[in-house]
């Protein structure tokens, strides 16, 4: 299988894709450490768009573009929300002829798809309201280094059904990881993707307790995220 162009969520790539991509983390994070430099990116720029706020993502991926020999372009309030100042086909096809690729750290998950649509050049999913794959794979990536193989290991995800935990199920289906998913009642993913969930063998709950009880990996996320501040003391007392 070809492996895709842009890294904008997990289903779209193969299981073979993602293992040989987590092979070739684990290569550079260990040449990294015996002081091995390469540049793969050398006269490579790239840009990135970050219409929510971040410091890790943002952080990570400006130390890894600098790491692989690539130029790192911050486009923030200065370039205006995706679609706003003009079509986002018309951005993703100027911005192509300037750079290199694109991370992008947008809402919805239509905003991305359609810039990676028109874009001519890489797009990677930095995060959207519907799903993290960096956050997903560096986490299963942690977990690798960890027990030395996914098979037959189970992670449980305790907290909001949200993007990062979306993720986290496609990746767990493509590496041969078991997930449960325990989330309070009125935070538990749509029925349809419960069901496309149990259908792979993982299984959703709605206490820790069960959730939790033999797992290899406990796994949580914060109670509010960005743009549910006034959910916060409403989401304190049910998650807690």
Known sequence: MT????????????????????????RLKSELKQGVRR??????NIGLIFEKASLRTRVSFEVG????????????????????????????????????????RTYGEDIIKELARHATVPVINGLTDG????????????????????EGRTLSYIGDSNNVCHSLLQAAVKLGLKMRVASPRGYEFPEALQKWGRDQGFEFFDRPEPAAEGADALYTDVW???????????????FQ
């Not at 969520?9 to 293992?19: I, M, N, V």
């Not at 540049?39 to 490579?44: D, F, I, M, T, Y």
């Not at 799903?131 to 996914?150: I, N, Y």
Request: glycine share 10%.
């Open 224 to 238: 509010t995220s960005m743009g549910q501040e006034k959910e916060k003391a409403q989401r304190l007392r049910d």
């Open 39 to 44: 540049s793969p990116l050398a006269g490579r």
């Open 65 to 104: 573009i600098n790491q692989l020999g690539g130029a790192a372009i911050v486009l923030g309030d200065m370039a205006g929300r995706l679609g706003e100042r003009e079509p986002i086909a018309d951005f993703a096809r100027v911005a192509s002829r300037y750079v290199d690729g694109l991370v992008v």
């Open 3 to 26: 492996t895709p162009k842009n890294f904008i969520a997990l289903e779209e790539w193969s299981s073979q894709g993602l293992r040989e991509l987590l092979v070739l983390c684990a």
């Open 131 to 150: 799903s993290h794959p960096c956050q997903a794979m560096g986490d299963v990536f942690t977990l690798l280094e960890r027990w030395g193989s996914l």
